[in-house]
């Protein structure tokens, strides 16, 4: 599996920067966002250091699925509200025009109630 040592999301993938984790598998590891945009902020990334969804090849589908699946569980045990009024939001940024700083494909999931500090 590729990872790129300089790498700041494989270096917490690895355990050599701390994060507070709050789900690890095979596959998928999920940690708190350290600069919180929503009352909840996390992200998942894969264990794979991919550059980015425009990185991803059909190869990796089922992966995306899974990081899909798994923001839609966590995102109410960490706190977002269940259901039409609660919810939750996932974002992916790709490439400096579209935001991406870390260039390790994460998906942000954010949720709590409103106003959050970015929209
Ligand atoms: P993006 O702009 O989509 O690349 O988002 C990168 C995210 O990573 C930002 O929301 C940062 O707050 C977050 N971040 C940066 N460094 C860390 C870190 N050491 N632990 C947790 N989150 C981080
Ligand atoms: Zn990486």
Redesign the pocket.
């Known amino acids: 599996m590729h990872t790129d040592p300089d790498c700041?999301f494989c270096k917490?993938v690895s355990g050599r920067?701390p994060?507070r984790k709050i789900h690890e598998d095979d596959e998928l590891v999920a940690?708190?966002?350290?600069?919180?945009?929503a009352p909840v902020?996390f992200?998942i990334v894969p264990r794979e250091h991919i550059e980015s969804l425009a990185e991803a090849s059909e190869h990796h589908q089922a992966l995306l699925g899974r990081m899909m699946l798994l923001a839609a569980r966590l995102a109410p045990a960490q706190g977002a509200n269940p259901g039409r009024e609660g919810g939750f939001r996932i974002?992916?940024?790709n490439g400096r025009e579209g935001?991406?700083?870390?260039?390790h494909l994460?998906m942000?999931v954010m949720g709590g109630p409103r106003p959050w500090r970015r929209g």
């Open positions: 700041l917490i920067i994060a940690f708190h966002d350290i600069n919180p945009a902020h992200l974002v992916i940024n935001g991406q700083e870390v260039l994460h942000h």
